[in-house]
């Protein structure tokens, strides 16, 4: 496709179950960046990956939090034992070079009950 | 750590009004970035500055970067319905790989 995807676009699901995000960046675009973004406030930093690997993971907010991307292109981020402060939407963007803007999917609208 | 100070939080204007709004920071940042978001979907980059001072136009959407590289606004003139959404200003990490700091947003409402 032509922009960053991100599925599911919604996610309920159980406190203490792990769940799955993945996002599929613009092709070609090497730098990928995941963000969470908690009702009403800005987007929080959460890891970069540049390839397959992820040289700043300091937005990461616990362990339980892990993200890979494989074949420089498609990214999951994984939360296990969810909780309910982990409810938010989290976005993905991408971008080609350094000098160039990130491209933002619609996010994944993630609940916990 | 750096943190990029958005306001107003909200705002509720009439159409055909202009608004301002602006974002502070505490330390410099070389780039200032402005996005759109609308509501379930991703932000839009509206606006990109890059040198102190400079003065960029998009349509009826104009941004500044402050001469202090600590400050940018952005005027939208004319506002149209469609103009409704959250703002945000956005400046990039002092880590090297791009990351992105955001503002805490500026919803905007336009009443027809």
């Known amino acids: 496709g032509a922009g960053v995807s991100q599925s599911p676009s919604n996610k309920v699901t159980e406190k203490g179950k792990d769940v799955e995000l993945r996002c599929d960046p613009i092709?070609?675009?090497?730098?990928l960046y995941w963000y969470r973004q908690s009702l009403g406030q800005g987007l929080e930093f959460l890891i970069y990956?540049?390839?397959?690997?992820?040289?700043?993971k300091s937005g990461l907010p616990s362990d339980r939090f892990s993200a890979e991307r494989t074949g420089g292109s498609v990214s999951t981020l994984t939360i296990q034992r969810t909780q309910q402060e982990d409810s938010a939407v989290y976005l993905c963007?991408?971008?080609?070079?350094?000098?160039?803007?990130?491209?933002f999917g619609d996010g994944t609208r993630l609940s916990i009950l | 750590g750096q943190q990029l100070n958005q306001s107003p939080q909200s705002m509720f204007i009439q159409e055909g009004e202009d608004v301002s709004m602006n974002c502070t920071s505490s330390?410099?940042?070389?780039?200032w970035l402005w996005y759109k978001q609308d509501p379930g979907e991703g932000p839009v980059l509206l606006i990109a500055?890059?040198?102190?001072?400079e003065l960029t136009s998009n349509g009826r959407l104009t941004a500044q970067f402050g001469i202090t590289r600590k400050d940018s606004f952005l005027n939208i003139s004319a506002s149209i319905p469609s103009d409704v959404g959250i703002y945000f200003c956005?400046?990039?990490?002092?880590?090297?790989?791009?990351?992105?700091?955001f503002g805490q947003g500026t919803e905007l409402s336009v009443k027809p």
């Open positions: 990956f540049q390839g397959n690997s992820a040289p700043d």
């Open positions: 963007a991408s971008r080609l070079l350094s000098n160039q803007p990130q491209h």
């Open positions: 500055l890059y040198k102190a001072g």
């Open positions: 956005a400046g990039p990490g002092s880590n090297q790989g791009g990351k992105l700091i």
């Open positions: 092709s070609g675009h090497t730098a």
């Open positions: 330390s410099i940042f070389n780039t």
